[in-house]
C-alpha cells in the first residue's frame, strides 16, 4: 500500500492583531490623561481639546489602508522608527500605504496553513506533494518612502505669480 498526500488548505485566524487595527464598524479610542487626551498609536500628540482628539483619530482612520473588514491605521508608536502600516498576516511592517495594500493581498494568498492528511492511494497514483521540497518564500521588502505624520492640512502658499501688484 502506498500512502498519498492531500493537500488540505485552512485560513488562518488573525491572531495578536496590533492595536493600529481596527474593524470597519469602530473608532480608535483616545487615552484619557489628567490634562486632556492622548492619540493611542501617536506618544507625542496630547490635546486638552475633544474635538481636537477626535478630529485627529477620524484622520487616522481616513487614512488608513482600508482592507477586508479591517482598518490599519498608521502607527507612531516606537515598534519602529517613523510611522509604519502593520500587516494583519504576518509581522512586517511597511512605511508606505500603497506597499501595503499590495503587500496584504499577497500577504493574505500565502496566510494558509498547509495540512497533509494521510490518504491511502491507489499503487498508479503518485503523490501530489513532496513534503520534504523546500517552499519558495516571496521577497516582502520594505518601502524606503517617508510621509508626513502629522495629519494636519498643508497650508496653500502664495508665490509671487499669485499676488497683485497695486
Known sequence: DQLMIQEEEVTVPLTNVHESVIRNDTDLKQSLLTSGFECPLCPNFKTQSDRVIQRHLSNHIANGVHFQEN????????????????????DKTLTNKDSMALHLI?????????????VE??????????????????????????????????????????????
Open 71 to 90: 482598518v490599519i491605521c498608521r502607527c507612531n508608536l516606537p515598534c519602529r522608527a517613523g510611522g509604519h502600516f502593520h500587516c494583519v498576516f504576518c
Open 106 to 118: 499577497r500577504c493574505q494568498n500565502k496566510s494558509t496553513v498547509v495540512q497533509f492528511p494521510l
Open 121 to 166: 492511494a491507489s499503487p498508479e497514483t503518485q503523490p501530489l506533494i513532496d513534503p520534504l521540497e523546500p517552499s519558495v518564500s516571496e521577497d516582502h521588502s520594505v518601502s524606503s518612502q517617508t510621509a508626513d505624520h502629522a495629519y494636519t492640512q498643508t497650508p496653500t502658499l502664495i508665490t509671487a505669480f499669485d499676488q497683485t501688484t497695486p
